[in-house]
């Protein structure tokens, strides 16, 4: 039936409105999108530019035939379209909704199950299971990297059993009292031969009442760290808006069709965030001229550079094993099976819900990997300092971020006071970690005096590496991911440094920054988050030629819908709002604080201090909250937000 402006729905928290939207240019009744303005055109918003009719006469056409939609519902809309043929006057408008939950569950992870660490008996089985695993093991290195897959499922079955022989412990300790009475009852009426019988019996109610009551322990502690006053996922979702990360509903194939499938969803995951870290194309030549900047900097001495110790001495049983995979892996140059092969998991963002880019990928490392990685990481980072210049705060000891935020907000100030003005490009780059050009990756940190041994190893851990994806439940085959550096990987925010020491020597070169104090600034870096220097808009063009070099030699693209142009200091009137495809602004946000163009850096203090007050107010009005709840809340919730 038509809808009429005069009588508008009304409109609730989330809703889905159709109908024949025939109201005219008649004086009196209103426009639908003044009626209805907390509601959405979906047609519209999903094709904004596209021109199309739903009704046709004679005379004129128009698209009366329309849904309205909560702007909250719109993630929720996979498709909205005008069907071509029909038998009526009207053409037909679809609408398609992705579900809130997953039509389906998968088994998930296997994990280990360690309940069994509360019983000293159980302990002690285990204790005895991995000596003898130990005695078994290989002395040839290779066939120890053989052996060690199998070893850890193994290992991983008998946490499971010993799991579930504490359980069982747990619940016959009821059993155990009663059969302990018993004997006693037994011993009391005159039957003396019950007597090593009571000892026994005895034993066994004491380590089933001790697995019993250590359990119950575990759950208040795990009630009280989780789910009690202390900041937590109950407590985040009570203070802030919910938004549900972890479900898929369905997701859209490359053709455009809707994949509600769990195996599929999970099969298109692994493919979207394969392509992203395909080999990227690179230029000889621009590489060249990029590794030849880099060399000319800083760069470690030999001895620094090769003092590497790739193990860690481990308490238990445990560590003989670790130390020997670690050093068959460093020897013979050969990763146990799937040994770096990664898990990837998402987390909505914005947007589509069925669209994969609106998903951010988290990969999950296998433990032994990230343990080695952790080793390499610890030897490397007290070397970064004589590498990395100081312009980057990001992951080298005595640097922090607030440096360069410091350095942002007061640089407006230092430049009107000597009536100058500048630029800042903040700069972003497409899925950073995930484009580098391994090969260029190498180059640079052999350029900077990086040792054949660590090389080798980080070539090693690099090589073939492959990931599954893993949505609700239903995991993928695996993709190869033939670029950019392992996020999850603790030697990976490292490896990246080399990547932006690159871009800081590039920039140098190019002459691009402005004086500071008698001092040339070229850039602020904190990882892949880099904030450029100009002199002024018209630098622009010779800032762009350098990231083309710089894209052309590494893999790093910069994103323009995203990098933006901001003018600080004494900021000159009709500026343009386009410069080169990089729009003009008044304030941009980098490293979670939000900066811009006036004089006072303080002048942005009222509305963080508005936010924090908000958030004590929301605090406050939680019922039952006790002091000590309020407090750890304010902190976490509050106090954080100016840090």
């Known amino acids: 039936m038509p809808a009429r402006a005069a009588a508008a729905p009304r409109v609730l928290a989330a809703t889905v409105n159709g109908g024949d939207w025939r109201a005219g240019a008649r004086e009196g009744v209103p426009r639908w999108r003044d009626a209805l303005p907390r509601l959405v055109d979906v047609y519209r918003v999903r094709h904004p530019g596209r021109r199309v009719f739903t009704y046709v006469n004679p005379h004129s056409a128009s698209r009366l035939d329309r849904f309205y939609s909560s702007p909250a519902l719109l993630p929720h809309i996979a498709v909205c379209s005008v069907r071509d043929r029909c038998l009526s006057d009207h053409r037909p408008v679809s609408l398609t909704l992705v579900g809130l939950l997953p039509s389906g569950v998968g088994p998930g992870l296997r994990r280990a199950r360690l309940g069994f660490f509360s019983s000293p008996a159980l302990l002690l089985q285990m204790t005895a299971w991995l000596t003898a695993q130990l005695a078994e093991a290989p002395a040839d290195d290779l066939a120890f990297l053989l052996w060690w897959p199998p070893f850890k499922r193994r290992w991983l079955s008998k946490c499971g059993e010993l799991h579930a022989a504490s359980r069982l412990m747990a619940q016959g300790a009821e059993a155990a009292g009663d059969q302990l009475a018993g004997l006693h009852m037994a011993l009391d009426g005159g039957d003396d031969a019950v007597l090593p019988a009571i000892i026994a019996a005895r034993q066994r109610f004491v380590e089933a009442a001790a697995a019993s009551e250590a359990e119950a322990a575990t759950r208040r502690r795990q009630q009280w760290l989780h789910a009690g006053e202390r900041p937590s996922k109950p407590l985040t979702r009570r203070l802030r808006s919910k938004r549900s990360a972890g479900a898929v509903p369905a997701l859209r194939s490359a053709g455009g069709d809707l994949l509600t499938s769990g195996t599929a969803c999970a099969q298109r995951v692994a493919r979207v965030f394969a392509e992203v ?36 001495k481990f308490q238990g049983l445990l560590a003989p094993l670790l130390a020997r995979l670690f050093t068959a892996v460093a020897e013979l140059g050969i990763l146990p099976a799937r040994f770096h092969e990664g898990l990837i998991t998402v987390i909505y963002k914005s947007g589509d819900r069925s669209e994969p880019a609106n998903y951010r990928p988290i990969t999950l490392l296998c433990t032994d990997y990230r343990l080695l990685t952790k080793v390499l990481a610890l030897r490397l980072n007290p070397c970064l300092d004589s590498i990395i210049d100081r312009e980057q705060a990001a992951f080298v000891p005595g640097r922090h971020i607030g ?115 008698g001092q040339q600034l070229t850039a602020l870096q904190y990882a892949d988050d880099a904030q450029a220097l100009l002199p002024s808009l018209d630098a622009v063009p010779s800032f762009l030629a350098a990231m083309d070099t710089f894209g052309a030699a590494t893999g790093q693209r910069l994103n323009p819908a995203k990098t933006s142009l901001l003018p600080i200091g004494d900021v000159p009137a009709g ?44 605090i406050a009005s939680l019922p039952r909250f006790s002091a000590f709840g309020r407090g750890f809340a304010t902190a976490a919730y509050g106090v954080s937000r100016l840090l």
Request: hydrophobic share 50%; charged share 15%.
């Open 277 to 312: 870290s395909a080999q990227p194309a690179t230029a000889p030549a621009a590489r060249q001229e990029v590794l030849q900047h880099l060399a000319a900097g800083r760069h470690l001495a030999g001895e620094q550079a090769d003092a590497l110790e790739l193990y860690r």
């Open 403 to 517: 440096e360069n935020i410091m350095a942002l907000q007061c640089l407006p100030h230092l430049l009107r006071g000597t009536a100058a003005s500048a630029v800042v490009v903040f700069c972003d780059f497409r899925k950073a970690y995930d484009t580098i050009d391994r090969e260029f990756l190498f180059s640079a940190m052999d350029a900077l005096g990086v040792g054949a041994g660590f090389l080798t190893l980080t070539l090693l851990l690099l090589a073939d590496t492959r990931s599954r994806a893993m949505v609700n439940g239903f995991t993928s085959t695996p993709a190869a991911f033939l670029a950019g550096v392992r996020q999850g990987c603790p030697l990976a925010p490292l490896l990246y440094l080399f990547i932006a020491q690159a871009l800081l020597q590039l920039l140098k070169a190019r002459g691009i920054g402005i004086p500071v104090a």
């Open 575 to 618: 500026l343009p709002a386009v410069v080169h495809g990089l729009r003009v602004v008044s304030q941009a946000t980098s490293l979670g604080v939000t900066f811009g163009a006036a004089a006072d850096p303080a002048a942005r203090w009222p509305a963080l201090l508005d936010g924090v007050g908000c958030c004590f107010a929301r």
